[in-house]
């Protein structure tokens, strides 16, 4: 499986998973006019696109995709909730798997601040690997089998955290707000300690804060916990 990571942030999220036959997109942050501009987005590949949740930074441009007839894959609430008037809207449920091509998918619940988010588990039938996604949760629940590639969000450090709401850089309800809906540093570490990591290949780090996050230090603190190669967005 190929992974490209083209926006990973509180601003913009987008992602494109591909195997030899198919070609997927993850979350429709990005404008198709800045992803035409990318030496390795080839809209006439694309077979799908996943949405975690109803956050703009997630879908902001899903109506680009839905114009050109490309299946846009999303939770009931997620529908709702961004009001889309296409055919090319398909539900899913979480634990309920459905294929794109030669994957099999299936969505599990994340744990954010907006009904319906969802992570995703993706298996190539070609290639015979799994990646498992999630963004925009401060805790996964699951623990998952023989994944070979992890992308998982990194948003803060509880220590920086603490330091900025004393600093006065962050105020004391947008740290409440983060705590019960981002993925801290700390968190993380707990997940892939819980983890079977013995096939897994690469491990992404997504959708680090700008003001409570160190990327050198995530990807450090990965690395140890887990031997594996870490890259940081
Ligand atoms: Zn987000
Ligand atoms: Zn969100």
């Not at 114009?67 to 846009?72: A, E, P, V």
């Not at 055919?87 to 599990?108: N, P």
Request: proline residues 1%; charged residues 25%.
């Amino acid at each position: 499986m190929k992974i490209k990571t083209f926006a990973s942030s509180s601003k913009a999220n987008c992602y494109q998973i591909s195997d030899s036959e198919t070609t997927i997109i993850i979350e429709a942050g990005l404008s198709l006019k800045k992803l035409f501009k990318l030496p390795d987005f080839d809209i006439s590949k694309i077979s799908g696109v996943l949405i975690s949740h109803s956050h703009t930074d997630h879908n902001k441009f899903i109506n680009d995709f839905l114009k050109l007839g490309i299946t846009c894959y999303m939770t009931f609430e997620t529908a709702e909730s961004l009001k889309l008037d296409s055919t090319f809207v398909q539900i899913i449920k979480s634990k309920k798997s459905f294929k794109i091509g030669s994957f099999t998918i299936k969505a599990f619940e994340t744990q954010h601040d907006c009904a319906g988010s969802v992570g995703f588990w993706i298996k190539s039938e070609l290639e015979n690997k799994r990646l498992v996604f999630a963004t925009d949760t401060f805790y996964i629940k699951y623990k998952f089998q023989k994944i070979n590639y992890y992308m998982i969000e990194c948003n803060y450090d509880a220590e920086i955290l603490e330091k900025n709401i004393e600093l006065g850089i962050i105020d004391g309800c947008r740290a409440k707000r983060l705590k019960s809906s981002h993925f801290s540093l700390q968190n993380v570490i707990e997940f892939f300690k819980a983890q079977d990591l013995s096939v897994c290949e690469k491990i992404q780090l997504l959708h680090l804060s700008n003001e409570n996050a160190d990327a050198e230090n995530f990807k450090n603190r990965i690395i140890e916990i887990t031997g594996l190669p870490v890259e940081v967005y």
